[in-house]
Protein backbone atom coordinates (compact mmCIF):
# COMPACT_ATOMS: atom_id res chain seq x y z
CA UNK A 1 0.00 0.00 0.00
CA UNK A 2 3.12 2.65 1.20
CA UNK A 3 4.16 1.46 -2.28
CA UNK A 4 1.96 2.34 -4.46
CA UNK A 5 1.44 5.72 -2.39
CA UNK A 6 4.76 6.11 -3.06
CA UNK A 7 4.83 5.45 -6.71
CA UNK A 8 1.66 8.04 -7.56
CA UNK A 9 3.60 10.96 -5.57
CA UNK A 10 6.42 10.16 -8.15
CA UNK A 11 4.60 10.02 -10.83
CA UNK A 12 2.53 12.84 -9.68
CA UNK A 13 6.19 14.95 -9.51
CA UNK A 14 7.56 13.67 -13.02
CA UNK A 15 4.28 14.59 -14.80
CA UNK A 16 4.38 18.05 -13.12
CA UNK A 17 8.08 19.08 -13.31
CA UNK A 18 8.69 22.71 -14.56
CA UNK A 19 4.67 23.04 -13.57
CA UNK A 20 4.70 26.66 -12.77
CA UNK A 21 7.04 27.37 -16.16
CA UNK A 22 4.68 25.55 -18.67
CA UNK A 23 1.87 27.45 -17.12
CA UNK A 24 3.55 30.91 -17.43
CA UNK A 25 4.88 29.87 -20.91
CA UNK A 26 1.58 29.01 -21.90
CA UNK A 27 0.33 32.18 -20.54
CA UNK A 28 3.05 34.62 -22.50
CA UNK A 29 1.55 32.80 -25.89
CA UNK A 30 -1.83 33.46 -25.42
CA UNK A 31 -1.34 36.74 -24.53
CA UNK A 32 0.70 37.01 -27.61
CA UNK A 33 -1.85 35.57 -29.66
CA UNK A 34 -4.86 38.16 -28.44
CA UNK A 35 -2.56 40.89 -29.00
CA UNK A 36 -1.79 40.24 -32.23
CA UNK A 37 -5.56 39.88 -33.13
CA UNK A 38 -6.07 43.41 -31.22
CA UNK A 39 -3.28 45.14 -33.25
CA UNK A 40 -4.91 43.30 -36.44
CA UNK A 41 -8.44 44.42 -35.32
CA UNK A 42 -6.71 48.19 -34.49
CA UNK A 43 -4.96 47.88 -38.44
CA UNK A 44 -8.54 47.75 -39.70
CA UNK A 45 -9.95 50.52 -37.88
CA UNK A 46 -7.00 52.92 -38.70
CA UNK A 47 -7.88 52.60 -42.11
CA UNK A 48 -11.35 52.77 -41.57
CA UNK A 49 -10.51 56.33 -39.63
CA UNK A 50 -8.72 57.61 -43.24
CA UNK A 51 -12.26 57.33 -45.03
CA UNK A 52 -14.12 58.98 -42.26
CA UNK A 53 -12.14 61.49 -41.90
CA UNK A 54 -12.04 61.86 -45.78
CA UNK A 55 -15.60 61.91 -45.62
CA UNK A 56 -15.65 64.46 -43.08
CA UNK A 57 -13.39 66.97 -45.07
CA UNK A 58 -15.60 66.14 -48.05
CA UNK A 59 -17.86 68.83 -45.90
CA UNK A 60 -15.58 71.72 -45.33
CA UNK A 61 -16.90 74.93 -46.41
CA UNK A 62 -15.19 76.15 -50.19
CA UNK A 63 -15.08 79.46 -51.93
CA UNK A 64 -16.64 79.49 -54.93
CA UNK A 65 -13.53 79.26 -56.89
CA UNK A 66 -12.22 76.70 -54.64
CA UNK A 67 -15.10 74.45 -55.35
CA UNK A 68 -15.15 75.04 -58.83
CA UNK A 69 -10.81 74.02 -58.97
CA UNK A 70 -12.05 70.60 -56.91
CA UNK A 71 -14.30 70.06 -59.54
CA UNK A 72 -12.58 70.26 -62.14
CA UNK A 73 -9.08 68.33 -60.48
CA UNK A 74 -10.34 65.59 -58.24
CA UNK A 75 -6.51 64.52 -57.92
CA UNK A 76 -6.79 68.20 -56.03
CA UNK A 77 -9.33 67.64 -54.06
CA UNK A 78 -7.56 64.42 -52.96
CA UNK A 79 -4.72 65.87 -51.80
CA UNK A 80 -6.56 68.67 -49.86
CA UNK A 81 -7.80 65.58 -48.07
CA UNK A 82 -4.79 63.80 -47.85
CA UNK A 83 -2.97 67.18 -46.18
CA UNK A 84 -5.82 67.62 -43.92
CA UNK A 85 -6.12 63.88 -42.83
CA UNK A 86 -4.31 63.52 -39.78
CA UNK A 87 -4.54 59.59 -39.46
CA UNK A 88 -3.38 59.52 -43.64
CA UNK A 89 -0.43 61.76 -42.77
CA UNK A 90 0.29 58.94 -40.39
CA UNK A 91 -0.40 55.78 -42.10
CA UNK A 92 3.10 54.86 -43.42
CA UNK A 93 4.70 55.13 -39.99
CA UNK A 94 1.38 53.33 -38.22
CA UNK A 95 1.71 50.12 -40.84
CA UNK A 96 5.70 49.63 -40.62
CA UNK A 97 4.93 49.40 -36.45
CA UNK A 98 1.59 47.82 -36.58
CA UNK A 99 3.29 44.79 -38.89
CA UNK A 100 6.89 44.88 -36.77
CA UNK A 101 4.59 43.92 -33.88
CA UNK A 102 2.36 41.39 -35.43
CA UNK A 103 6.14 39.86 -36.75
CA UNK A 104 7.30 40.21 -33.43
CA UNK A 105 4.18 38.39 -31.34
CA UNK A 106 4.26 36.19 -34.08
CA UNK A 107 7.28 34.70 -32.99
CA UNK A 108 6.42 35.19 -29.54
CA UNK A 109 4.01 32.34 -30.28
CA UNK A 110 5.91 30.18 -32.34
CA UNK A 111 8.80 30.15 -29.79
CA UNK A 112 6.43 29.96 -26.75
CA UNK A 113 4.75 26.74 -28.13
CA UNK A 114 8.38 25.42 -28.97
CA UNK A 115 9.14 25.45 -25.12
CA UNK A 116 6.00 23.87 -24.17
CA UNK A 117 6.27 21.00 -26.41
CA UNK A 118 9.27 20.35 -25.37
CA UNK A 119 8.48 20.28 -22.18
CA UNK A 120 5.46 18.52 -21.97
CA UNK A 121 7.66 15.75 -24.30
CA UNK A 122 9.77 16.14 -21.10
CA UNK A 123 13.12 16.58 -23.29
CA UNK A 124 14.04 19.75 -23.00
CA UNK A 125 13.78 22.87 -20.50
CA UNK A 126 14.22 25.94 -22.91
CA UNK A 127 16.67 27.78 -21.03
CA UNK A 128 18.61 28.70 -24.57
CA UNK A 129 15.31 30.35 -25.67
CA UNK A 130 14.38 32.50 -23.27
CA UNK A 131 16.40 35.59 -24.29
CA UNK A 132 14.56 35.23 -27.56
CA UNK A 133 11.49 35.76 -25.80
CA UNK A 134 12.20 38.07 -23.37
CA UNK A 135 14.11 40.59 -26.01
CA UNK A 136 11.08 40.45 -28.44
CA UNK A 137 8.58 40.72 -25.17
CA UNK A 138 10.54 44.24 -24.19
CA UNK A 139 11.05 45.23 -28.10
CA UNK A 140 7.10 44.87 -28.44
CA UNK A 141 6.58 47.09 -25.04
CA UNK A 142 8.65 49.98 -26.69
CA UNK A 143 7.07 49.74 -30.01
CA UNK A 144 3.45 49.22 -28.86
CA UNK A 145 4.41 52.67 -25.98
CA UNK A 146 5.82 54.25 -29.82
CA UNK A 147 2.25 53.10 -31.69
CA UNK A 148 -0.21 55.06 -28.63
CA UNK A 149 2.63 58.04 -28.45
CA UNK A 150 1.95 58.82 -32.23
CA UNK A 151 -1.77 58.36 -32.20
CA UNK A 152 -3.30 60.72 -34.64
CA UNK A 153 -4.67 64.25 -33.39
CA UNK A 154 -7.95 66.09 -34.01
CA UNK A 155 -8.89 66.73 -37.78
CA UNK A 156 -10.88 69.74 -38.28
CA UNK A 157 -12.87 71.53 -41.27
CA UNK A 158 -14.21 74.84 -41.64
CA UNK A 159 -18.03 75.40 -41.58
CA UNK A 160 -19.91 78.15 -42.37
CA UNK A 161 -23.12 78.70 -40.41
CA UNK A 162 -26.00 81.79 -40.40
CA UNK A 163 -26.59 83.90 -37.21
CA UNK A 164 -29.44 86.22 -37.62
CA UNK A 165 -28.38 87.83 -40.83
CA UNK A 166 -24.43 87.18 -40.38
CA UNK A 167 -22.62 84.42 -42.18
CA UNK A 168 -19.85 82.70 -39.59
CA UNK A 169 -17.19 80.57 -40.30
CA UNK A 170 -16.07 77.91 -37.62
CA UNK A 171 -13.61 75.11 -36.90
CA UNK A 172 -15.04 71.72 -36.37
CA UNK A 173 -13.32 69.16 -34.63
CA UNK A 174 -13.91 65.57 -35.75
CA UNK A 175 -13.65 63.15 -32.24
CA UNK A 176 -10.36 61.14 -31.84
CA UNK A 177 -10.41 57.45 -32.72
CA UNK A 178 -9.96 55.31 -29.87
CA UNK A 179 -6.69 53.95 -28.93
CA UNK A 180 -8.43 51.23 -26.10
CA UNK A 181 -7.23 48.48 -28.44
CA UNK A 182 -2.82 49.76 -28.38
CA UNK A 183 -3.49 50.18 -24.65
CA UNK A 184 -4.73 46.35 -23.81
CA UNK A 185 -1.80 45.44 -26.27
CA UNK A 186 0.69 47.64 -24.35
CA UNK A 187 -0.13 45.95 -20.64
CA UNK A 188 -0.39 42.21 -22.27
CA UNK A 189 3.60 42.90 -24.09
CA UNK A 190 4.24 44.05 -20.18
CA UNK A 191 2.60 40.80 -18.71
CA UNK A 192 4.45 38.89 -21.02
CA UNK A 193 7.60 40.36 -20.52
CA UNK A 194 7.10 39.96 -16.73
CA UNK A 195 5.85 36.28 -17.33
CA UNK A 196 8.80 35.65 -19.24
CA UNK A 197 11.29 36.64 -16.95
CA UNK A 198 9.38 34.49 -13.91
CA UNK A 199 9.47 31.82 -16.21
CA UNK A 200 13.18 31.63 -16.57
CA UNK A 201 13.39 31.77 -12.84
CA UNK A 202 10.66 28.98 -12.37
CA UNK A 203 13.39 24.95 -12.51
CA UNK A 204 12.18 21.60 -12.62
CA UNK A 205 13.77 18.33 -13.47
CA UNK A 206 13.79 16.74 -17.07
CA UNK A 207 13.41 12.80 -16.95
CA UNK A 208 13.99 12.20 -21.26
CA UNK A 209 16.79 14.93 -21.34
CA UNK A 210 18.98 13.85 -24.59
CA UNK A 211 21.93 15.27 -23.13
CA UNK A 212 21.60 13.56 -19.64
CA UNK A 213 20.92 10.34 -21.09
CA UNK A 214 24.17 10.55 -23.31
CA UNK A 215 26.00 11.07 -20.07
CA UNK A 216 23.96 7.85 -18.33
CA UNK A 217 24.93 5.74 -21.29
CA UNK A 218 28.59 7.09 -21.76
CA UNK A 219 28.94 6.25 -17.45
CA UNK A 220 27.45 2.59 -18.40
CA UNK A 221 30.10 2.19 -21.17
CA UNK A 222 33.14 2.90 -18.73
CA UNK A 223 32.03 0.97 -15.76
CA UNK A 224 31.48 -1.95 -17.80
CA UNK A 225 35.07 -1.06 -19.01
CA UNK A 226 36.31 -0.74 -15.56
CA UNK A 227 34.87 -4.20 -14.32
CA UNK A 228 36.55 -5.89 -17.38
CA UNK A 229 39.92 -5.03 -16.35
CA UNK A 230 39.21 -5.85 -13.02
CA UNK A 231 38.40 -8.80 -13.51
Known amino acids: MLTKHLNKTRDFFLNNSYLKRKILLLLVSIFSLISLILLSI ?115 RIEQIVVGNNKMRITVTMQTMSYMLAWITLLLSFCCLTFSIMAKRRYGFLTKDITLNKKEIETQQLKEQINEILN
Open 42 to 156: LYIKFKQRIDEEFAFLSGSFFSEAEKKSYESNPEKFLLFKENNSRSFQLLKIFSGLNFSLITLFSLNVIITAIMIVYLLKNKDNGDYLFKYIILISSLTFILTFFLISLQPSETS
